[in-house]
């Protein structure tokens, strides 16, 4: 993971560490690349670098945001949320970070949410009184962005019993596929790679179909990433409208890029 680049960590070569050691003693015995006093000091710079290195890296594994591995396991295991069975570093990372940034209590809807997550879903929408005035449906996903399985959705209702609110009828289902079909011919300039700037249109495309409400201008001002330099024939399912999310669907994308 990147660091910041407002960051300002200790990190010296084994070269900067032996000048400031030697301007200390080079008054008093010969300290170039050969002499006794070289011989002896530049090693023991190169210990001090690479213990510079390595306290960079146990002080970086403290943190959220750069703890990899079983650091990240550590800080997992101090927030009571531990990895799920095969949940890469990112994921989980952000799995965490989410919850860090929820205020516990704050609201029933977000905390159903964010238990339902926990507890092994993709994604997860809770809806208020679809059948009763104490009724919380849970709609979710696995990790792959796909409807879970009943096993799944058994395990997260049995997760959600620990921390239902009293009198709360809560059922998990799994969410409905939702199909946004985008269809567009994007014009590039003829210095860049068509394979990259598609990939790069759907990456930004699939992360703003996680919006219920998906606007017809919004998409396309998406999919101008870099090298697209005009638009035609742009519609979304057909038409020029803006789209919202059925209760208890997950938006699906649908990308062609028209010839």
Avoid at 32 to 46: H, K, R, S, T
Avoid at 68 to 73: M, N, P, R, T
Avoid at 78 to 95: A, I, K, V
Wanted: hydrophobic content about 40%; glycine content about 6%.
């Amino acid at each position: 993971m990147q660091l910041d680049d407002q960051m300002l960590l200790l990190l010296e070569t084994p070269e900067q560490i032996y000048e400031r050691v030697a301007n200390r003693a080079k008054d008093r015995v010969p300290t170039g690349p050969g002499e006794d006093f070289y011989v002896f000091a530049y090693p023991i710079c190169q210990e001090i670098a690479e213990q510079q290195e390595l306290w960079q890296y146990g002080w970086l594994q403290a943190f959220l945001l750069w703890a990899d591995g079983e650091f990240l396991d550590w800080i997992g295991a101090r927030m009571r949320m531990p990895r799920l069975e095969g949940e890469e570093d990112e994921p989980y990372r952000q799995r965490l970070l989410t919850s860090a940034q929820e205020e516990e209590g704050s609201g029933r809807v977000e905390d159903y949410e964010r238990v339902a997550r926990n507890a092994g879903a993709g994604y997860a929408k809770a809806i208020e009184h679809l059948r009763n005035n104490v009724s919380i449906d849970i709609y979710i996903t696995d990790l792959e962005g796909n409807p879970a399985s009943p096993e799944l959705c058994e395990k997260v209702r049995a997760d959600l019993e620990k921390y239902r609110y009293a009198l709360h009828d809560i059922q998990v289902h799994p969410a409905a596929t939702h199909i946004v079909r985008i269809e567009a011919r994007p014009i590039v300039s003829s210095d860049v790679d068509q394979v990259e700037v598609e990939a790069a249109i759907v990456k930004k495309l699939k992360e703003y179909m996680k919006n219920d409400l998906l606007r017809y201008q919004v998409i396309a001002n998406l999919i101008f990433v870099p090298g697209v330099e005009d638009l035609e024939s742009y519609t979304l399912n057909g038409g020029t409208s803006n789209i919202v999310t059925p209760d208890g669907a997950v938006n699906v994308l649908e990308w062609s890029w028209l010839p």
